[in-house]
């Protein structure tokens, strides 16, 4: 049997005409939901019971926990005070989900806004950065504090640069650069005297009450996207 041209128009038409219904089919089939179930959550957070967040995230394991943590973040504000409970070594012993904790915390701290200095959620992302033991924990405190331009905690993110570990070094050093919109030249690597007399020279740059004041206004306008390297001395 010969395929003449308009039988060979005519098949790739259907193929065409099937591929399109299945496409559409697939657009418009039920579609199972993405993440962890959070109406239990939701209802807790209405409450207020922010113990029983804490409770529901514990009795999970860790893969478990930290999906769950991460959506709750997505809950905003809201879920603050019980992500805040988590980062509490006393009620979240696991380190993996503590840092997750932390790291759900920037969504629930928008860049575009001043934080409260002494607010919960800062002073627990601080407490986190000083005193946590797991290094893990004070990096996702440290890019937190950055990304969330708390410019509040400075003195703690410069300290945070001279950290034990040098991934905390790390983490903390960009949380800077990104507050005041520079790049530091500061080497994570070098030995502690070098660290020590760059952030010596840095924190007295920072309590400048000229320099401070460029950074504080920038970001109480909401122009803190500024780049203020000439204020920099």
Known sequence: MQVTKTMKITLVAAAV???????????LAPRPPEGPDMTAAREALNRKDYDAIVGQVQTKPVSE???YVRA???????????????LDRRNEPRLEVRAK????LNATLPADQPKDAFGESVKALVESLRRDPAHEVRVSAATTLGLSRSYETMDDLIDAMND???????????????????????????????RDAFL???????????????????????????VYRKYAR
């Open 17 to 27: 005409l099937a591929a399109g219904v299945v496409y559409l089919w697939r657009g």
């Open 65 to 67: 926990a930290g999906a």
């Open 72 to 86: 709750l973040g997505k809950l905003g504000l809201p879920a603050q005070p019980a992500l805040n409970r988590l």
């Open 101 to 104: 904790a932390a790291t759900a």
């Open 164 to 194: 034990e570990q040098i991934e905390v070094r790390r983490a903390a050093l960009a949380a800077v650069n990104k507050i005041l919109c520079l790049k530091l030249d500061y080497n994570v690597e070098d030995e502690k005297p070098q």
């Open 200 to 226: 010596k020279i840095l924190k007295n740059q920072w309590h400048d009450e000229k320099y401070q004041s460029k950074v504080v206004g920038y970001y109480r306008t909401g122009r803190f996207k500024t």
